[in-house]
Every structure is written in C-alpha cells, then in structure tokens.
C-alpha cells in the first residue's frame, strides 16, 4: 500500500504546474541578464593608464575586480619592476594592465594594438630570458591584441605623451645608457650572463657579435662575444685575442669581470673613447664569461647555502664546490698533456716545442665536451694573446704549469719564450691598481712570486693545463691570472674589483701588438700557409696563417728572424726593436722556391710515433659528446624551478606553469 501511495505523490507532483513558466501569466518574471558596464579602474597598478574606464569579465576572463587582482598575472605586473632590474618599464606593466584593465568607451571593451605589442616583445623579450621566464602567456599579440583595422588603441599613448616632453626638454642630454649594457654590481646567472651579451651585441653591432663554441656537459650554452670592426671576419694582419673566465665554476670573479669588460668597451666605443676604438678597431677580442657554467650554478647553490654562516671553517668548507664539470672533471687538468711530451724529447733531433700533436691515447681518457669545443676554438682561430681567470690567488703565473723534473713540485720550469711571458705578466700585474705590491699578496704564491708574477711550476706544478696547451699546441701565449684570494667575493667588492682590473685588461690586449707581424709570400705575390716564423735563441717558432699572415710576440732588443718553409729557400732578417714602439714592427719575407727533401718533410710535419698536427679527434668523440649534450638538456634535473618561481605559486591557486621556459 505505502509504494502505491509515494507513487501518486510523485505523480501529482509531476503534473502541477511549473513554479515559473513562461506560459502562465503572473507565475513569474523573466530572467533579464545585466549587460556588463564601463567602470572605474580601479587596480591600483593601472591607475596610470590614459583612460579611467574599464569593463569585466576582463579580456582574459576575470568575471569582477577582485578576481584580477588574485590572479598570478597581476601579481606579476605588481613585481615586474624589480623582476626586471627596471627595465622595459613601465612599459610591460601598461601593455599587461591593457589586457587585464581593458579600456572601456560606451559600454564596449576596446582591445589593445597588436604592433605595440610585437614592439615591446622584441625590445623586451631577452630581459624575460635573463631572469630565465617565458614571455607571459597574456601579453600574446596574436591572442589578445588587434590590428588597427579593427580599431585598436595605443596602451602607451599616455606615456609616450610624456616621453615626447621629456625629449623636448631635454634635446641637449646624450642618450641614457641602457641597463641590460650599464654594469651592474651583482652576480648574474647564466641565463642572465647570455642575454646580457645578447644585448650589447645588439646595441654595438657594428662593432660586436656573439657566437656559440658548444655546450656544456648538461647543455649549457659556451657563449662568446667579440668585438672589432669588422665582426666575424678575420682581417689581415689584425690580431686575435681571447679572454677566458670562470674556468672553475667556484671561480666567478672573472666571469662577472669579462661581462664588465664586453658592456665597458660597447659604451665607450659608443662614447668616442679614442683608446678603446682603436683598440677595437685594429684588434680582433673574443670573450668566453663563462667555460664553466654548470660549475657556476653548483657554486652559486653551495654559496647560497653558506651565506649566512660567518665562521671561517664553513667556508674552507664550500672552498671547491662547484670547481669542476658537471662530470667531476677539473677542465684545468683536462687538455693535452704536451708539456710531458716535450721534456720526453728534448734531446731528440727535430725537437720543437711548437705545434705539438696530440697524442692519439689522450681521447681514450675522459675528455670533457667543455674542453673539446675550446680546444676546437683554439684551433680554428690564429690567436695571439689570451688570458684565463682564476681565482684563489692575487698573481699572473706564466708557463710552463708541469715542473721539467718528475720529482719537483715547485722547481721553476720555464719556456723557451720565458723573457715575453715575463713581460705579458708584468703588463697585467703593473697596470692591475694591487698585484705587484708585496704587501698585496695574500696566497700561498707569496713564497716564490716577484712582483706579482709566478712561474706556474715553481708555484705547483701540474699536468693538463689550459696555457700549456695553448703554447704547446698553437701560436698562441697565454698565461693564468690570479684575481684575489677570495674565489667567490661578496656582491659589495664587485665595483672595488673592477675598478681595480679595468686597466689591466686593456693593457693587456694592447700588448698583442707588441713585436712583430708580416706576411710571407711567394716570388708571385702569394701567401704562403704553414711557414716556419723562427727567432734566433728561442727554440720556439710561430706558423703563418691562410694568408701567409704572421704575429711574433717580441721583447725590445735586436733579434734575428727567419722565415723557412718545405720547398722554399730559407729568407733572413735582422731587426730592431725599440724599448717603446707602440704596434708591432712590420717585417714580410718573399720566399724562392727549391727542391722539396723528403726527409725535412717528415721531419717537420710530425714528432715520431704521434702523427701528424693536422690529426685531430681520429676517433669522432665530437659527435658524441653533441649527443650527451643534448640527452642532458632534456633532463628532468634541468627543469629545476628559478629563483623566483615560489613568490607566485599561490596557495590554493593554479600553478602558474605558463612562467616556465620550458613549459
């Protein structure tokens, strides 16, 4: 009986009539939905826009104010400022707050123009990079922003109204140096290294231009800037020089120095400096900040770490983080060990301490993919001068790094070219403000340097080094400067310590034109490649480049030079020197040709049982270590959130993904 009476209960609730139906007269009153209106703008970061009337549902669908304001986009129009170290504001602020707070005329949301749009996103974009965020998803000018034809308005109007008075009134003023090529004081990350450069190349691309030499073993970019006046193109007869930091990634002054330095010689090019543009002008400079970034992070990590513990032992501690690669490799210990080979052979007929091959069992070793592009750098560049930046020591040491006996850590081992690495030491340690003080000398080179030079063996002597190589290998003379004993200085010694190296690393690329340059023809007209460039007393010889060009790194004094070559008749010259000649003395040879013995070839083109210069990676390790690279790019660990990404996650808000680079 009960299942029968709660069925016509339900049916007699079925048929009666709706509480609101259309079709009965009086039930009910429409549903009219309220159109939405123009309103006040009311977001405190917007109340400098060139209208006061907005609308909501906003563009992106934010139904009332409050909703706006408690999204991450709005959020992160409030820090954008400080994010971007002032730069590209308020610009990305307005053009933010035109889609957020879109203007409103007569009840009708108008939309923001798309050309403004694509103008801040190309002025901009890499200042998102170095803080290592995507552009944000709302300031998408296909998405969000028209075209003029369909009647778009300007969001910077009001400030460009302002922009042109401020330009009226100060016609006279020379243009404000922009804050991406300004140094600023503070460590950069490597993200924030690369668009730095990005931007001086863009603001002195005349005169500079960046280029990539490889990756990293986790994919970092190594990314050199250079400055001539013809970037990209070798010229005649002009040298190249090549600065390289932060070789060890615990190591960092130098890096933020060589950052200095690429913004200081844009600015002051830019300026008239007269110095600085004929320096550029007559001098190819390449800059690598950063051999090691992935040392770098690890450094920077371990710093951060120990940041707030004062006491001396938490910081012998953290003395080597972030030293090596990220394989654990010290890339100091990791090239070629030519300098083993040529004590070996010193007795032996034909013995040269130039252009020595590399032996094939050094790629049976663990070769780091940092090591391999700089050595393929080397090598396909005539450089002449280079300087690597080290810290832990306030010193330039000089070649030879591996003491000539097995037995003697510390025992002075010199190079056939002692008497010029003297003299490139002492250009940099006299021009540095401190370095060749005694009372300045704060490491453990104190024992055996001379007015802030040291010969690297009698310091400590060591396999596998960088200089070595270079010397060894190429025609090029490097030496290791010591910056302070403090590897990783506080942010606040940053200015001391540029002011005190600035002129030294001018001074420095100057003495690449010290000696002599020329170029070495045939009875024709035609330069020669590969010519012997040897000097009288120094058992240590330069070759000619492609086009018979030559570079000869010489003390004043009188010295006897000889050009000699495979089927050429050997040519003589005796030269002089003068203590203050500014540029190189220009001597060229013209070369007869001769019968070619077979016996000098071989002799001249390899060391016994090593092969011949030319082999280079028999066993095709480059490709490789690309593919390692590449494998370690896509690695979850890379995918490590910024600095900055736990100031927007929001609790119990959506995930602002959309601020990640690789979302």
């Given at each position: 009986m009960l299942p029968l009476l709660l069925l016509q209960s339900l049916v007699s609730v079925s048929s009666a009539p709706p509480r609101c139906h259309p079709g009965v007269r009086g039930l009910c009153k429409p549903i009219v939905e309220e159109r939405p209106k123009c309103t006040d703008v009311l977001l405190s970061y917007c109340d400098d826009m060139s209208y006061t009337q907005t609308m909501f549902p906003n563009i992106l669908g934010h139904k009332t104010r409050e909703e706006a304001e408690a999204g991450a986009e709005y959020l992160l129009l409030s820090v954008v400022e400080s994010l971007l170290g002032g730069e590209c504001n308020p610009e990305i602020r307005m053009l933010g707050c035109s889609v957020l707070a879109p203007r409103c005329e007569r009840e009708v949301v108008l939309k923001p123009c798309r050309t403004t749009c694509e103008a801040m996103r190309k002025k901009c974009s890499h200042a998102f990079d170095g803080i290592e965020m995507a552009w944000p998803y709302f300031l998408d000018c296909d998405r969000f922003f028209v075209s003029e034809e369909e009647g778009c308005y300007d969001p910077l109007e009001g400030l460009q109204a302002e922009q042109n008075v401020e330009d009226a009134d100060s016609m006279e003023m020379p243009p404000a140096e922009e804050p991406a090529t300004a140094p600023q004081f503070s460590y950069h990350s490597n993200?924030?290294?690369?668009?730095?450069?990005?931007?001086?190349?863009?603001?002195?691309?005349?005169?500079?231009?960046?280029?990539?030499?490889?990756?990293?073993?986790?994919?970092?970019?190594?990314?050199?800037?250079?400055?001539?006046?013809?970037?990209?193109?070798?010229?005649?007869?002009?040298?190249?020089?090549?600065?390289?930091?932060?070789?060890?990634?615990?190591?960092?002054?130098?890096?933020?120095?060589?950052?200095?330095?690429?913004?200081?010689?844009?600015?002051?090019?830019?300026?008239?400096?007269?110095?600085?543009?004929?320096?550029?002008?007559?001098?190819?400079?390449?800059?690598?900040?950063?051999?090691?970034?992935?040392?770098?992070?690890?450094?920077?990590?371990?710093?951060?770490?120990?940041?707030?513990?004062?006491?001396?032992?938490?910081?012998?501690?953290?003395?080597?983080?972030?030293?090596?690669?990220?394989?654990?490799?010290?890339?100091?210990?990791?090239?070629?060990?030519?300098?083993?080979?040529?004590?070996?052979?010193?007795?032996?007929?034909?013995?040269?301490?130039?252009?020595?091959?590399?032996?094939?069992?050094y790629w049976f070793g663990k070769v780091a993919p940092e090591t391999y592009a700089v050595m393929k750098w080397i090598r396909s560049i005539p450089f002449v001068l280079s300087a690597s930046f080290h810290g832990g020591d306030l010193v330039v040491v000089y070649p030879y790094d591996l003491s000539k006996h097995p037995l003697q850590s510390t025992m002075f081992s010199p190079t056939p070219d002692d008497q010029v690495f003297k003299f490139l030491a002492r250009t940099y340690a006299n021009a540095h403000e401190t370095m060749s003080y005694e009372s300045a000398q704060c490491g453990s080179s104190r024992t055996h340097s001379e007015k802030g030079m040291i010969n690297g063996a009698q310091w400590s002597s060591f396999a596998g080094s960088m200089m070595d190589f270079n010397y060894l290998h190429t025609n090029c003379f490097e030496v290791t400067v010591e910056l302070g004993c403090d590897k990783f200085p506080p942010e606040e010694e940053l200015f001391l310590a540029w002011h005190e190296n600035h002129e030294a690393l001018i001074a420095f690329v100057e003495a690449a034109h010290r000696g002599i340059k020329g170029i070495v023809r045939d009875e024709e007209g035609n330069g020669i490649k590969d010519v012997q460039i040897s000097v009288k007393g120094i058992r240590h010889d330069v070759t000619t480049a492609e086009n018979g060009e030559y570079w000869r790194l010489l003390t004043p004094g009188i010295h006897i030079v000889m050009a000699s070559a495979p089927g050429y008749t050997r040519a003589v010259k005796k030269i002089h020197l003068p203590a203050r000649m500014p540029t190189a003395g220009r001597v060229d040879f013209v070369l007869q040709k001769a019968a070619l013995q077979p016996d000098v070839q071989e002799e001249e083109d390899a060391i016994p049982s090593m092969g011949s210069y030319d082999r280079f990676d028999p066993y095709n390790q480059y490709e490789r270590y690309t593919l390692m690279a590449d494998l370690s790019q896509n690695r979850e660990e890379r995918a490590e959130k910024p600095w900055w990404w736990n100031y927007f996650v929001l609790p119990g808000g959506a995930t602002p993904t959309w601020l990640l680079k690789q979302y």
């Amino acid at each position: 009986m009960l299942p029968l009476l709660l069925l016509q209960s339900l049916v007699s609730v079925s048929s009666a009539p709706p509480r609101c139906h259309p079709g009965v007269r009086g039930l009910c009153k429409p549903i009219v939905e309220e159109r939405p209106k123009c309103t006040d703008v009311l977001l405190s970061y917007c109340d400098d826009m060139s209208y006061t009337q907005t609308m909501f549902p906003n563009i992106l669908g934010h139904k009332t104010r409050e909703e706006a304001e408690a999204g991450a986009e709005y959020l992160l129009l409030s820090v954008v400022e400080s994010l971007l170290g002032g730069e590209c504001n308020p610009e990305i602020r307005m053009l933010g707050c035109s889609v957020l707070a879109p203007r409103c005329e007569r009840e009708v949301v108008l939309k923001p123009c798309r050309t403004t749009c694509e103008a801040m996103r190309k002025k901009c974009s890499h200042a998102f990079d170095g803080i290592e965020m995507a552009w944000p998803y709302f300031l998408d000018c296909d998405r969000f922003f028209v075209s003029e034809e369909e009647g778009c308005y300007d969001p910077l109007e009001g400030l460009q109204a302002e922009q042109n008075v401020e330009d009226a009134d100060s016609m006279e003023m020379p243009p404000a140096e922009e804050p991406a090529t300004a140094p600023q004081f503070s460590y950069h990350s490597n993200a924030q290294m690369n668009a730095i450069l990005k931007k001086v190349e863009e603001r002195c691309s005349d005169i500079a231009r960046t280029y990539s030499i490889g990756r990293s073993m986790e994919g970092r970019e190594l990314l050199v800037i250079e400055f001539s006046n013809n970037p990209g193109q070798h010229e005649l007869l002009e040298p190249e020089v090549k600065y390289v930091g932060n070789m060890h990634g615990n190591e960092v002054l130098g890096r933020q120095l060589l950052i200095y330095l690429s913004q200081y010689l844009c600015s002051e090019y830019l300026l008239g400096n007269e110095r600085i543009q004929t320096l550029v002008n007559t001098t190819r400079i390449h800059i690598l900040p950063s051999m090691n970034p992935d040392g770098y992070e690890v450094a920077v990590a371990g710093a951060q770490d120990t940041n707030d513990d004062e006491d001396r032992s938490g910081r012998h501690d953290s003395w080597n983080i972030g030293r090596n690669n990220a394989q654990n490799i010290d890339l100091n210990r990791n090239f070629p060990d030519l300098t083993s080979v040529i004590y070996g052979r010193r007795r032996m007929k034909g013995y040269r301490t130039d252009h020595v091959p590399i032996p094939d069992y050094y790629w049976f070793g663990k070769v780091a993919p940092e090591t391999y592009a700089v050595m393929k750098w080397i090598r396909s560049i005539p450089f002449v001068l280079s300087a690597s930046f080290h810290g832990g020591d306030l010193v330039v040491v000089y070649p030879y790094d591996l003491s000539k006996h097995p037995l003697q850590s510390t025992m002075f081992s010199p190079t056939p070219d002692d008497q010029v690495f003297k003299f490139l030491a002492r250009t940099y340690a006299n021009a540095h403000e401190t370095m060749s003080y005694e009372s300045a000398q704060c490491g453990s080179s104190r024992t055996h340097s001379e007015k802030g030079m040291i010969n690297g063996a009698q310091w400590s002597s060591f396999a596998g080094s960088m200089m070595d190589f270079n010397y060894l290998h190429t025609n090029c003379f490097e030496v290791t400067v010591e910056l302070g004993c403090d590897k990783f200085p506080p942010e606040e010694e940053l200015f001391l310590a540029w002011h005190e190296n600035h002129e030294a690393l001018i001074a420095f690329v100057e003495a690449a034109h010290r000696g002599i340059k020329g170029i070495v023809r045939d009875e024709e007209g035609n330069g020669i490649k590969d010519v012997q460039i040897s000097v009288k007393g120094i058992r240590h010889d330069v070759t000619t480049a492609e086009n018979g060009e030559y570079w000869r790194l010489l003390t004043p004094g009188i010295h006897i030079v000889m050009a000699s070559a495979p089927g050429y008749t050997r040519a003589v010259k005796k030269i002089h020197l003068p203590a203050r000649m500014p540029t190189a003395g220009r001597v060229d040879f013209v070369l007869q040709k001769a019968a070619l013995q077979p016996d000098v070839q071989e002799e001249e083109d390899a060391i016994p049982s090593m092969g011949s210069y030319d082999r280079f990676d028999p066993y095709n390790q480059y490709e490789r270590y690309t593919l390692m690279a590449d494998l370690s790019q896509n690695r979850e660990e890379r995918a490590e959130k910024p600095w900055w990404w736990n100031y927007f996650v929001l609790p119990g808000g959506a995930t602002p993904t959309w601020l990640l680079k690789q979302y």
